[in-house]
């Protein structure tokens, strides 16, 4: 299988048993909201703010985001 395979797999595993994929991933819900806000341009302080967590955990959490 080659890059792509995978993706796909991936992609639809995401669709079909999100939690499954986040075990999988080794994410949780919790990680991809943080990494889909910073994708839309929020800052660590913006996002901390929003979920009430620590700046530090989401600086942390960014670290580790899909780039």
Do not use: H, W
Not at 47 to 53: C, G, L, S
Not at 54 to 66: A, H, L, M, S, W
């Amino acid at each position: 299988m080659n890059v792509v395979d995978y993706t796909n797999i991936a992609l639809r595993l995401a669709l079909e048993d999100f939690e499954k994929f986040c075990k999988m991933s080794g994410a949780n819900m919790n990680q991809l909201r943080v990494c889909i806000e910073r994708e839309r341009g929020l800052s660590l302080q913006q996002i901390a703010n929003k979920f009430n967590i620590p700046k530090g955990t989401v600086n942390d959490i960014c670290e580790r985001c899909f780039k």
